[in-house]
């Protein structure tokens, strides 16, 4: 029989799926085929029909036609398609069994629609209140949410939406709106007023007048049912008026609360209360709101459910309170009339854990003046406040009442309890005891008069564990032992020169040459093994009297197996001794090189030999080629700096940023002039010169260029020949500039020499000219006209003086 029913059921829906797109007897078309938005509002009743006549949830429906072959997307349509064919009210006939009640001509707001808060500038005083953060705050808002169930105590208004739902021996669906006569109207029943009456009351009515035309509803076993649900409710308009950042008229959801209205306002302003909110209906206070009560105590009790037209009046506060200090909150606080400082306190949220908590500090505005009410402990429960009265509470003072301490080489350091008649030797004990290298002859007490200047009390750690003397101890005393290593210099030893790790190292007892060098890593492979020196400062009884000594030195042989002679296996270092290891005199560190340029074989070589010169690198590297221009051979050398020098040298040249990298490179080495045509010509002669570790020789291809730069006005560089001297290649780039200082003329060679101007009767004689090389023409320096013109005005003032001296002098 149910396998029958729901064919049945199965068999109307799909008929009523396919009519759009086939013939009303084919029952076996698929639904996933058909265009829902397609359908018209014919076949959609009929759909309602079909599920109606079975006794089918529109759920139970859909899952049928999911299992058909329906896709969601179809489902989600259909289902929409039917809820809005329900809200309207246009079916004709009695073909269906949904009745609606004629819609008022406002129709419902929707529920998640409604006023948006809007921003204003805050003033400080405002922010300081509190409660204006609790809604004005970007993490808590009293926003209304519109998606939760209407509770049983929620008031039917003008426009709402009752669904009624008949099942069980009969079956009907009613949506009915609450007309502006408050009542809904129930076909074939007549209005219910059910205006203003909680949803639960409003059920009930509903239900018992239902049994008169239902009557299968009546006795006590009933076959028919009915269920009552709200549907679209309409909003509410609402009047926040008084003392708010924002006063004026908000659209609200009809679930809305006061605290939702008092949000879109921002909340009471610098002058409003949080303690006395008025919600006024129908021309009377219906509920006074203290929102202290949910901030403190998070009570709602009095956040009531708004109507249409309710007004909400902040009132102006009664008493303000200011409350500073070391309380968990602090601002102004607002207290209504009878409240004491415990009232303040709680709404403070009570005291910090540093705060003096036996006594507030109370001042109060006498309308004239200002006086101080000392407010203890006891008296917080009896003390009215009044406004204008700020409440402050000071901290604890750093001060300990049974504080001592105890410190150095014991093995529990720190701060302990003072007891009554505690002495030094119970301290100790608790501290567990003295450690194995405390100094056992002093200690010293540090302690506080009555003045709280410091007095040093000395003891004997030895004589106080011995029982011989004891020390009673007082408040905030502060006991320092120290151990032998706090009363004597670092002991160390030192080894330099050629081992692994040179440094510092702690002295032992009984330690050894070979002892330091392993903890040193060893040797280098450059150590001088065979005699290894050891310097050692005189003891305190050799510096009694002035002597010539200053060290004591030793010196002994040993292998790289770190193995001494006998002596020198004997031999125990002293702390603060010095190990030097030489580097062997025959070993030099590896040199290379470098020759660049028109050689054979250009590249990096290393120093064979300390007297290798530039004709024996040049040699190794194969000779000159055809090309190379031997007169513009030059030689770079770096410079032996300091790391401070080179620093400061690198520092001034970083100074131009026209530098390149490879330019400031070039700080750490010097240009050498050379002559290779002679060198080649007569090798080891004194211009062969010797090649030192990190030497660049560069031998350039044939020059073909004259530079001319500096103080001419056409700066650039010239094709060479032998015709031109050096003035002419001046008068080739524009001849001297107006500020040239013609006689100090000098050329630089591309070997790295320079050859000056001279002068003689004849006139200037200029350097000789050749490939590659560089004139430079310098520029005099700027004169002062100024400071000149002072010079010979003081200059021509004082011989006039010295003139007229000596006329007088000599009449």
């Known amino acids: 029989m149910i396998r029958l ?24 078309i698929n ?38 072959g329906a896709s969601q997307m179809q489902i989600d349509q259909m289902t929409q398609r039917i809820k809005d064919y329900k809200l309207k009210n246009q079916f004709a006939g009695s073909n269906t069994n949904v009745q609606t009640s004629e819609l008022p001509a406002e129709s419902p707001a929707d529920l998640s629609a409604g006023s948006e808060k809007k921003e204003f500038k805050a003033t400080e005083k405002n922010k300081e209140i509190f409660g204006f953060h609790f809604f004005n705050s970007e993490n808590l808002s009293f926003a209304p949410n519109v998606d939760v169930p209407v509770s049983d105590s929620y008031a039917l208004g003008i426009g709402d939406e009752v669904n009624i739902a008949v099942y069980g ?34 059920s009930e009515k509903i239900k018992s007048r239902l049994i008169s035309i239902y009557n299968g509803m009546q006795g006590n076993q009933p076959n028919t049912f009915a269920d009552v649900s709200l549907g679209a409710l309409k909003g509410v308009k609402v009047n926040v008026i008084g003392e708010v950042n924002l006063p004026g008229t908000y659209d609200l959801p009809a679930t809305a609360s006061v605290f939702n ?12 209360s949080f303690r006395v909110i008025d919600l006024i209906r129908d021309g009377k206070v219906i509920n006074s709101v203290d929102v202290y009560e949910y901030l403190i105590d998070g009570k709602t009790q009095n956040n009531v459910q708004l109507r249409d037209q309710d007004v909400i009046m902040v009132r102006p506060y009664v008493n303000r309170i200011k409350v500073a200090g070391e309380f968990k909150r602090t601002g102004l606080f607002e207290a209504k009339d009878g409240e004491f400082v415990a009232d303040i306190l709680r709404f403070a949220g009570g005291f910090t854990d540093k705060a003096y908590t036996h006594r ?4 109060r505005n006498n309308s004239r003046t200002l006086s101080v009410v000392d407010v203890p402990a006891d008296k917080y429960n009896q003390i009215t406040l009044m406004n204008g009265d700020e409440i402050k509470s000071g901290a604890i003072t750093e001060r300990f009442e049974n504080r001592i301490s105890i410190e150095g080489a014991v093995y529990r350091p720190g701060d302990y309890q003072l007891l009554d008649g505690m002495k030094l030797s119970e301290l100790i004990a608790k501290a567990e005891g003295l450690k ?8 010293v007490i540090t302690r506080k008069q009555k003045d709280l200047s410091l007095e040093a009390i000395s003891f004997s750690p030895r004589e106080v564990l011995n029982g011989k003397a004891d020390v009673l101890l007082q408040r905030e005393d502060r006991i320092q032992i120290s151990s032998i290593f706090d009363l004597r210099e670092a002991r160390t030893v030192e080894i330099v020169g050629e081992v692994q790790f040179p440094g510092s190292y702690a002295w032992a007892e009984n330690m050894k040459i070979a002892d330091l060098i392993f903890q040193a890593g060893g040797f280098l492979e450059n150590a001088e093994v065979s005699s290894v020196e050891v310097s050692r400062v005189l003891d305190y009884n050799e510096t009694k009297e002035l002597t010539k000594s200053l060290l004591h030195t030793y010196q002994y042989g040993l292998d790289r197996n770190l193995k001494l002679d006998a002596e020198g296996e004997a031999f125990i270092l002293n702390a603060f001794d010095k190990v030097y290891i030489r580097r062997a005199p025959g070993y030099r560190p590896q040199g290379t090189a470098s020759v660049q340029g028109e050689v054979k074989y250009a590249g990096e070589y290393g120093i064979t030999r300390k007297d290798e010169k530039i004709s024996d690198v040049i040699r190794r590297a194969g000779g000159l080629t055809p090309e190379a221009y031997v007169k513009g051979a030059s030689l770079r050398r770096r410079i032996e700096l300091s790391e401070a020098e080179y620093q400061a040298k690198l520092a001034i040249a970083m100074q131009d940023t026209t530098m390149n990298a490879e330019e400031v490179e070039k700080v750490q080495y010097q240009i050498v002039g050379i002559d290779l045509p002679k060198i080649m010509k007569e090798p080891g002669c004194v211009e062969d010169l010797q090649m030192l570790d990190g030497d660049q020789l560069m031998v350039p291809s044939k020059l073909q260029t004259v530079m001319v730069s500096g103080s001419v006005l056409n700066p650039v560089a010239h094709t060479f020949t032998d015709k031109k001297k050096a003035k002419d290649y001046i008068m080739s780039s524009g001849g001297f500039a107006q500020r040239a200082k013609k006689g100090k003329v000098y050329v630089l060679y591309a070997n790295g020499t320079t050859a000056a101007t001279k002068g003689g009767l004849f006139g200037r004689r200029f350097p000789r000219i050749e490939p590659g090389c560089e004139i430079i023409v310098p520029e005099k320096p700027e004169v002062d006209k ?16 010295l003139i007229t001296a000596i006329a007088v002098a000599t009449r």
Do not use: H
């Not at 408050?182 to 059910?194: E, F």
């Open 5 to 28: 029913f729901r064919k049945t059921l199965f068999l109307g829906l799909i008929f009523a799926f396919a009519a759009l797109g086939a013939e009303a007897q084919n029952t076996n």
């Open 261 to 272: 209205a008092l949000y879109l306002a921002g909340g009471p302003n610098e002058n409003g």
């Open 360 to 363: 507030l500090d109370l001042y």
């Open 169 to 202: 021996a009969s079956q009907q669906s009613y949506m009915l709106v609450v007309q502006k006569n408050g009542a809904i109207i129930i076909p074939d029943l007549g209005p219910v007023n059910v205006y203003g009456m909680s949803f639960a009351k409003a």
């Open 786 to 801: 100024a400071a000149n013109a002072s010079k010979w005005l003081a200059f021509t003032s004082t011989l006039a003086s």
């Open 31 to 68: 639904p996933a085929t058909v265009n829902v938005n397609a359908l018209s509002d014919k076949q959609i009743e009929r759909i309602i029909s079909e599920m109606e006549k079975n006794g089918m949830s529109l759920e139970e429906a859909m899952a049928l036609a999911r299992a058909r």
């Open 436 to 443: 194995e290298e405390a100094f056992m002859e002093r200690g």
